[in-house]
């Protein structure tokens, strides 16, 4: 047979002798009387069982297993970057060494991206009903919300986020993987993440589920979920929609607000005079919020270097204290009460920084566009 194109399936594996077998088996079946070649890339991530010897001797009977290995156990993420980098295939896919998911689905993925010409594709496990295994309400509902909160950073709307399924063309595969860091299940949000940021072609497929309990080896638990959403903000924010930007900006100002308040009250109290207590109390607020934009919402240095950045917040810190030091004493001056007058300077200076900060502090270096 002529066989039009390569597909490439990393198969991370960490302690899965009961499962790997069968999987790697049943997996070198999918390519049978299709027009495709298979490789399969097998990342041994320093299993302690008899996985690496059971998967040496698959390799030794199929030549078109290749098989990595890390000399300490690096989490899922490390292992699918390491086995992303290794794939030579037009098309790389995942999958796991358990038994939770269909590998003869990965047809319906390669011909939607053919077919639809498409970048990425994830299979989703929610996309239509089916008949599954229960389970976990609470490892189900966790995954829902987490693809939720992935769609309102990413602007996506994928039904499966955390699915294992993800099939990606060579060349948007290699140059979004560079980019990853997450060494454990962290690798689902950052990839989409990534994806959403190259502006790639998403699709999505309906696939089938049989989920395994933690007695029969799962692996992933809460803490995965907190992770998750870690990696939704520190990877995504810079880059989400506008709305959530305000959202995210929102939290940092109320923060900001409250230090400006409490230091603007304790300094009142303590016989600081009014005008001093504006400036100290504007100052810190200032910090604070710079503080947090760096850690949670805008890309740190995204286009100046650190005495550029440094410059034009300084401006922005000139031009919002002006204007706050403005509001206040233009307020008092009509009469209305000096607490009230600084609540109204703080709320029309939030609308002020965060324009200021999105275009004139932290504004991205790059424009997204897609290969």
């Known amino acids: 047979m002529n066989y039009y194109h390569t597909l490439s399936l990393i198969i991370p594996c960490y302690n899965e002798e009961d499962t790997i077998e069968p999987c ?31 998967i040496n001797k698959l390799s030794e009977k199929h030549p078109e297993i290749k098989v990595l290995s890390h000399e300490k156990n690096m989490g899922k993420g490390a292992a699918l970057r390491t086995g992303l980098t290794n794939a030579t295939g037009d098309y790389i896919g995942i999958q796991d060494a358990d038994e939770e998911y269909n590998p003869f689905e990965y047809s319906t993925l390669l011909d939607t991206m053919i077919t639809k010409n498409a970048d990425v594709v994830y299979g989703s496990r929610y996309l239509k009903p089916s008949n599954h295994r229960v389970l976990y309400f609470w490892h189900t509902w966790m995954n829902k919300k987490l693809t939720l909160v992935s769609n309102m950073f990413t602007n996506l709307d994928i039904t499966d986020m955390e699915t294992c399924y993800k099939l990606f063309k060579k060349e948007v595969i ?22 959403a940021q190259g502006g790639y072609e998403v699709y999505e497929c309906a696939i089938s589920y049989n989920p395994r309990s933690y007695e029969e080896g799962k692996k992933i638990g809460w803490k995965d979920g ?57 100052v810190l607020s200032a910090f604070t919020n710079y503080i947090l934009c760096i850690l949670i919402l805008f890309q740190h240095r995204a286009r100046w270097n650190t005495f550029g950045e440094i410059l034009m917040y300084l401006l922005t810190i000139t031009l919002m204290g002006g204007f706050d030091f403005g509001v206040v004493f233009g307020l008092t001056y009509l009469s209305v009460g000096l607490f009230k007058a600084k609540f109204w300077a703080i709320i029309l200076g939030f609308i002020g920084n965060f324009v200021l900060r999105r275009w004139l502090v932290f504004p991205s270096k790059r424009k997204i566009k897609k290969i």
Do not use: W
Request: proline residues 4%; charged residues 20%.
């Open 174 to 195: 290699q140059e979004v993987a560079p980019k990853l860091k997450e060494n454990r299940f962290g690798f689902e949000p950052e990839v989409t993440v990534r994806i």
């Open 24 to 54: 790697v088996e049943k997996v070198l079946k999918i390519s049978e009387k299709q027009d495709f070649n298979l490789e399969l890339v097998i990342v041994n991530d320093a299993s302690t069982d008899k996985s690496l010897e059971k």
């Open 226 to 282: 907190v992770r998750a959403l870690y990696c939704l903000f520190h990877y995504g924010a810079d880059t989400s929609p506008y709305p959530m930007q305000i959202l995210i900006y929102l939290f940092i100002g109320t923060v900001a607000a409250i230090v400006n308040m409490l230091a603007f009250y304790l300094l009142i109290q303590s016989g600081v005079e009014t005008n001093i207590s504006v400036l100290v109390a504007f």
